[in-house]
Structure formats: structure tokens, C-alpha cells
């Protein structure tokens, strides 16, 4: 069973840069993708970016493209997501979470193609 766990978060000011990470467990983090999502308050958790297995591929949500990268590094276990110009509606929590081995492309930016999820970590922007 695959545990992942993010650090990172915190409070930064608008226009500032925060870089979460991802820690995952066990040997096979390398056959599958991974995806970062986040939820503000009141708001359903939505997708922000997936990179597949050997980080060739990214995909990133309207909102966050140009801005934020997702990236992995499969010797450490861990999917990074570096967030530039960050702004108030940023705010929310983030979750890392590993991809479903087989799922339909109308799921890989929907919470039903992920089967593990971490606890989330807070990112905060002042105005």
C-alpha cells in the first residue's frame, strides 16, 4: 500500500513562490503517474497538474499553466510542484495523489482516476 505524504506548504505573499513535495512509499514509484490537486473551503477539490510516469508528459489545469511546474524525480520518490506568482485564489489545500494504473483520459484530471491520496499540506497568500 502506497503512502504519500507533502510538505512544503505555508504563507507567502502575492506575486511569491512556494515549491511543494511528495514523498511516496515503496519501490514502484516509477510505474505510476501522479498528479497534484487542492481544495479551498466550501469549494470541490479540483485538479492542477499530472506528470506520468517517467515525467515526460505534463499536463497542467487553465488556471495554474505558465505558472506552475510539476516535476518528479523517480530516484527519490517524490513529485515536486513549484508554484510562481502566486496569488489569493491559490489558497487552499493541496494534495499529492498517485494515478489509477488504467483509467480513461476524461479521468486523469478528475478525482476518480486517483486511488491514493495524501493528507494535504496548506498554502496561503496574503494580498
Known amino acids: 500500500q502506497v503512502q504519500l505524504v507533502e510538505s512544503g506548504g505555508g504563507l507567502v505573499q502575492a506575486g511569491g513562490s512556494l515549491n511543494l513535495s511528495c514523498q511516496a512509499s515503496g519501490r514502484t514509484f516509477n510505474t505510476y503517474s501522479m498528479g497534484w490537486f487542492r481544495q479551498a473551503p466550501g469549494k470541490e477539490r479540483e485538479f492542477v497538474a499530472r506528470?506520468?510516469?517517467?515525467?515526460?508528459?505534463?499536463d497542467y489545469s487553465d488556471s495554474v499553466k505558465g505558472r506552475f511546474t510539476i516535476s518528479r524525480d523517480n530516484a527519490k520518490n517524490t513529485v515536486y510542484l513549484q508554484m510562481n506568482s502566486l496569488n489569493p485564489e491559490d489558497t487552499a489545500l493541496y494534495y499529492c495523489a498517485k494515478a489509477k494504473s488504467v483509467v480513461v483520459s476524461e479521468w486523469r484530471r478528475a478525482v476518480l482516476g486517483y486511488d491514493t491520496w495524501g493528507q494535504g499540506t496548506q498554502v496561503t497568500v496574503s494580498s
Open positions: 506528470i506520468s510516469r517517467s515525467g515526460s508528459s505534463t
